[in-house]
């Protein structure tokens, strides 16, 4: 799956240089990847702590086959990926998926995936998977507001990791997994997904676009929705929404 990989000293954001290489026509497998992002960010437009050496800040162009509405399939299937990456080399960290992709340490992020992708006539056109992974920055390299919700692996581990290791890691999880998807469908995903996820069976908030839901989340639909079991019992499935603990 990997094509070429670009490695820049400083950027605005990796997921700007990886857009402009697809729309130059670059191939599918195209991965870039910075020491250090100026303007690194986040979903919900939040900015993304990125500074230079200390963690991986990367984006992957990817140019599937599928309709519009598949994207979220995809982002389910690079957190996976991730999670898994980054369960074997920080072993015997207790890494989980908080929906739809952040990944957690005891309750703190780590890591956080933004898909950007640009459709034509209803179809992808192209993907751009942005991850970053907070490997080894510590705590004074985070604006204090952050500090009682993110973490880092160096911060949990105590000891920093080669951030070589847990790219390769995560090439050859992803490059598995995206075959397995293309070739099977969403299913397999779907089960190790919720399999991972820490953020089933709790009661709790989502802030949807059209407004509040409150329910349990029991699992993923077939297109990657999260299904909720509101008080009634019905289940109601939820396509983009910002999660927080019933009792925030
Ligand atoms: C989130 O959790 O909100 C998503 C964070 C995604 C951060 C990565 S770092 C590499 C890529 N470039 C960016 O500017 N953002 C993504």
Redesign the pocket.
Known sequence: LIKAIKLHESVD???NIAQRLAEDDAPQGTLVIAEQ?T??????G?K?V?PSGKGI???LVLRPRLPLQFASQLTLLTAVALCRALKTVAAPLDIGIKWP??LLIGGK?IS???LESTAEDERLKYVIA???ISVNLEADDYPEELLPIATSLRMELGRPLDRADIIAAFIIEFEQLYNVYQNEGFGLIRTVWEALSVSLFKPTQLKTPTGIVVGTPIGLDESGALLVKLEDGSLLPIFSAEMSPLSD
């Open positions: 954001s990796t997921q992002q303007s690194g960010r986040g979903r919900m939040r993304w990125s800040w990367m984006s992709n952040d992020k956080g995936i933004l942005g991850i970053g």
